[in-house]
Nanobody, 124 residues
Framework: HVQLVESGGGSVQAGGSLRLACTYSGYTGTSDCLAWFRQGPGKERLGVARVFRSGTDAYYHDSVKGRFTISQDSAKRTLYLEINNLKPEDTGLYYC??????????????????WGQGTQVTVS
């Protein structure tokens, strides 16, 4: 039974920073990566970053490069997303996700079958 639990969201002013965390358990899939997605108001879910569970090969959506940093601590079974210089367009529900068995580690939501409940980020 895969469980993903996000935390760390909040309301911040533009230019501020947040560090989101996602603790995971029960995932034994062969696609050895985890990802963060964002769903803004009235928008589709967007993959913003993914990393392999070894902590290597971080990959970002072009729109967040330079401001978002994904990392993970396998000993703590925790995935992180550090967001700097927050912008109003970063507002949304942030989810961590693990891939469906056999799917590649892309940023496409359809590749992911295990999701947390999300943590809200609001930037004003």
């Amino acid at each position: 039974h895969v469980q993903l639990v996000e935390s760390g969201g909040g309301s911040v002013q533009a230019g501020g920073s947040l560090r989101l965390a996602c603790t995971y358990s029960g995932y034994t899939g062969t696609s050895d990566c985890l990802a963060w997605f964002r769903q803004g108001p009235g928008k589709e879910r967007l993959g913003v970053a993914r990393v392999f569970r070894s902590g290597t090969d971080a990959y970002y959506h072009d729109s967040v490069k330079g401001r978002f940093t994904i990392s993970q601590d396998s000993a703590k079974r925790t995935l992180y997303l550090e967001i700097n210089n927050l912008k109003p367009e970063d507002t949304g529900l942030y989810y961590c996700a693990a891939p469906r068995p056999g799917y590649a580690c892309s940023l496409h939501p359809a590749a992911y079958g295990f999701w947390g409940q999300g943590t809200q980020v609001t930037v004003s």
